[in-house]
């Protein structure tokens, strides 16, 4: 059997309910049943691009994935916050990001032995929590410049962002007060938006296309 792995990447979340990968690995072999899927959830204490960087290689890369998710989280993008970085430095760390996934060899003989990185773009906040720190206009400048690097690269990015924001009460769809975690309909919202990406990726039978291969 072709064996597909597939690695979400991002910030440490207080595990409240199920995640949009643990319905990934629940329903995808339903679909796909002639793949060996692995899945695997990557988590880290700080959610910054600069983070991610320093520990890609020994955290994702070291299992050889397939398709790699990027939770983008809103940490870096609070100027409260002393991980704060400016639109220019996100652009550049989202830069190196995925040239080192996509220079990675998987050897798995999938896409070239390239990995796939798919960003997913940070939520909106609630109006209400809104301040001189972050607010939704300063995410949406963030935003762009992650779909820029997505563009540049030829990678799927989820702007979460914008499809929750084009949501009728989206605020209902945070867990908790401080709008900082989805609750369960808006983790159904991702996983439908993960799953729809993923099958763009893969045909038919389950088996990852050739993407950057010309």
């Known amino acids: 059997m072709i064996k597909t792995t597939i690695v979400g990447y991002g910030k440490t979340q207080t595990k409240l309910m199920e995640h949009y990968m643990d319905r990934l690995e629940k329903y995808l072999p339903l679909y796909y049943p002639n793949i060996s899927w692995q899945f695997l959830d990557v988590r880290l204490k700080e959610g910054t691009s600069k983070k991610y960087n320093e520990n890609l290689k020994s955290k994702v890369l ?3 994935p397939n398709i790699v998710f990027v939770e983008l989280s809103l940490e870096e993008l609070n100027t409260n916050n ?12 989202l830069d190196n990001l995925m040239n080192e996934i996509k220079s990675s060899n998987n050897r798995t003989g999938l896409n070239g032995c390239m990995p796939i990185p798919i960003l997913i773009t940070p939520i909106p906040m609630k109006e209400s929590k809104e301040d001189r720190g972050c607010s939704n206009s300063r995410i949406s400048q963030y935003t762009y410049r992650a779909k820029t690097v997505s563009a540049k690269h030829d990678c799927p990015i989820i702007d979460l962002f914008n499809i929750m924001r084009k949501q009728p009460q989206y605020e209902e769809q945070f867990i908790n007060e401080e709008g900082t975690a989805l609750n369960e309909k808006g983790v159904d919202l991702l996983y439908d938006i993960v799953f729809i990406e993923l099958t763009r990726l893969i045909n038919y039978q389950g088996v990852l296309k050739d993407r950057f291969i010309s």
């Open 62 to 64: 070291v299992y050889n």
């Open 82 to 93: 002393a991980t704060f970085v400016s639109l220019d430095t996100y652009e550049n760390e």
